[in-house]
């Protein structure tokens, strides 16, 4: 126990090369995976703002973790296929914001299965020091060009995805709320940006929200009502994330400017 | 002749928030065999004794390897005939032992309002016995001629060759993502054990909670680091007051759990095979290095990649701006000349929104 002896701390103070001593240690860690449409449609004013946007996020994530959580993003864009930014998750504190640029389709379907790929102890998500399960943020502006419900039911039977926290961002009129409730799991947790300062406020808040839920301690133990199982922890995290998306949504701060689709 | 070594540390969280440890670790070695245990509670209010928990976890355990181990030749007898058997079998016998430990104490132990905190009447009615103790359990015991290890939830079991190497025999599913764990307490723990045998005797078997591992950021540097602590076990003393203080350290930098840990080694074999596990050692430096070096070139490949996305970006914007300008100038001119200039629609912020996509 830590109240070992006097001689134990003699014989290290004594000992000058600990080996021990120049091991490295791992703050504790969190993936956000973002998932982010960047189809012919996206051109234009919502890719401005979108990159805009991302690049303004990051020093905002930095801000969550602090000393305690060391916060990994990984970025998927899809249109006509789908990409990884980096090749493996980049800590907040070391990422850079590639512009992305928008042509091609919406081969959401295909995403969802690199995305499955991915979410597995063999690959993003290897570090020791992962304490929570991911949050997994879709940003789209319209339906998927793929059969996306073949991608889905791939990655419903993945735990990860499963216990992570997920959250949707419909861009402009023409995104599927349907469908990005389908991905979610929960109507609640799906948003919808109509103007180029809904989409940039939405974004910030979004992630920042979600990042700040997902690296929250919840264990089995915080409902004594019942056994909680581990789907009722993530459910109590996803309905938190859905109560702060309406109270971003509800608040007098957020944005009433222009339509997407009259302004873009 | 048998050896064992045991560490715990109080976690940071638990020293902030002024709560017990929810670890325990403990070993024993006889001439015939050796146990090393850790146990992690799983703390917060529904798990309000599941320091106890974990201490039972450990105590039970050791206990049921002495009674199957009491008669060492006839266990391995039957160890080898069905180890898979035997394994299940002591599991099982654990499981039980450990209900009967908890449910006796809680029958002898009133809950007292502090512990219960904020617990009504009615919840604390619809919470399990077993769930109040709930705790993770990795286990490893070591004879002449074999060795094998448990692990029920979170933590790890390490175990080094007699050439020095390092390997985690039971392997993660991923059916218990982050900061969810199997518990002693589940209803189907038995199910959700898993564990390992060999008959090739091990230099060293080292078993840690996930205080531990959580606080190194790749599995590789984890093993690394077990082998360094079996490289130290020439001195057990220094090695405890040296995992002490590193241990500190981890939780309050990294986990910010409780770390446990426990090993065990025949001290013959250790002695003959010293050597390899101090050139291990010196192998699994290159190795970090070599890893520090390729994550740092990575991290240079991605600035490169950025920067010239930048300057690419750059380059087109002044491009932009050398075209506005011509374009001005030629207007300029052609006014100059009494031309009719056709009126044209303003696409400057059209064009300097695809720039910036």
């Not at chain 2, 245990?37 to 002495?66: L, M, N, Q, Y």
Request: aromatic share 8%.
């Amino acid at each position: 126990m830590e109240d070992f002896s006097t001689k134990a701390r003699e014989l290290i103070d004594l000992e000058d090369d600990d080996p021990l001593g120049a091991t490295g240690v791992s703050r504790k860690s969190l993936v956000i995976f973002f998932l982010i449409d960047t189809s012919g449609s996206m051109k234009g004013t919502k890719m401005g703002e979108l990159n805009t946007a991302m690049e303004e996020l990051m020093p905002e994530i930095r801000s969550i973790g602090e000393a305690d959580t060391d916060i990994k993003i990984a970025v998927l864009t899809f249109s006509t296929g789908c990409a990884w930014m980096y090749p493996e998750p980049i800590s907040v504190e070391e990422f850079e914001w590639a512009r992305l640029e928008a042509k091609g389709i919406t081969d959401l379907g295909m995403t969802f299965e690199e995305l499955n790929r991915k979410l597995s102890r063999s690959e993003f998500l290897n570090s020791p020091s992962l304490s929570f399960a991911p949050v997994i943020f879709l940003m789209t502006d319209g339906y998927p060009t793929d059969d996306y419900k073949a991608g889905l039911r791939k990655l419903q039977v993945n735990s990860w995805y499963r216990y992570g926290l997920k959250v949707a961002l419909g861009i402009g009129k023409e995104a599927n709320d349907d469908m990005l409730a389908e991905f979610t799991t929960n109507p609640d947790t799906v948003v919808h940006a109509y103007s180029g300062g809904q989409l940039a406020q939405l974004i910030k808040k979004i992630a920042v929200t979600s990042s700040q839920i997902g690296s929250k301690s919840m264990t089995l133990a915080d409902d004594v009502l019942k056994d909680l199982n581990e789907m009722d922890v993530i459910d109590k995290k996803q309905e938190q994330l859905a109560e702060q998306i309406k109270n971003i949504v509800d608040s007098d701060e957020y944005p009433k400017d222009v339509p997407f689709d009259s302004g873009w | 002749m048998f050896i064992g070594l045991n560490e715990t540390v109080r976690g940071a969280s638990h020293v902030d928030s002024g709560t017990v440890c929810q670890d325990y670790s403990a070993y024993k070695t006889t001439d015939g065999y050796a146990v090393a245990a850790v146990a992690d509670g799983h703390g917060s209010k529904k798990h309000f004794r599941s320091d106890f928990g974990a201490k039972s976890a450990v105590e039970v355990t050791i206990k049921a390897i002495d009674e199957f181990c009491a008669d060492i030749d006839e266990f391995e007898k039957k160890f080898m005939e069905d180890p898979d058997y035997l394994i299940t079998k002591i599991q099982k016998y654990i499981i039980k032992s450990w209900y009967d430990v908890v449910n006796e104490h809680y029958n002898n132990n009133e809950v007292k309002q502090e512990e219960r905190e904020k617990l009504t009447d009615e919840e604390l009615a619809a919470i399990k016995t077993e769930s109040i103790y709930g705790s993770t359990l990795i286990v490893a015991v070591l004879t002449e001629n074999l060795c094998f290890g448990m692990q029920l939830g979170d933590g790890s079991l390490v175990v080094i060759k007699q050439c020095g190497e390092s390997y985690m025999p039971i392997v993660d599913d991923e059916s218990c993502p982050a900061n969810l764990t199997a518990s002693l307490c589940n209803s189907n723990a038995i199910k959700m054990f898993g564990y390992f045998y060999t008959y090739d005797r091990p230099l060293t078997m080292i078993v840690s909670t996930d205080g531990l591992f959580t606080s190194f950021s790749s599995k590789e540097s984890f093993e690394e680091y077990n082998c360094l602590i079996a490289s130290q076990l020439d001195d057990p003393e220094l090695l405890k007051a040296r995992m002490n203080k590193n241990f500190v350290r981890r939780t309050n930098s990294g986990s910010r759990d409780d770390i446990s840990i426990a090993m065990i080694f025949e001290k013959e074999m250790f002695d003959e095979n010293y050597i390899n596990v101090q050139m291990q050692v010196d192998i699994n430096k290159n190795k970090a290095a070599i890893r520090e070096a390729e994550e740092k070139a990575k991290q240079l490949k991605r600035k490169a990649r950025v920067e010239q996305i930048r300057y690419e970006k750059r380059m087109m914007e002044e491009a932009e701006k050398r075209m506005l300008a011509q374009k001005a100038k030629l207007r300029e001119e052609m006014e100059s000349l009494e031309v009719e200039v056709p009126e044209e629609a303003d696409t400057s912020s059209e064009v300097v929104s695809d720039v910036s996509e």
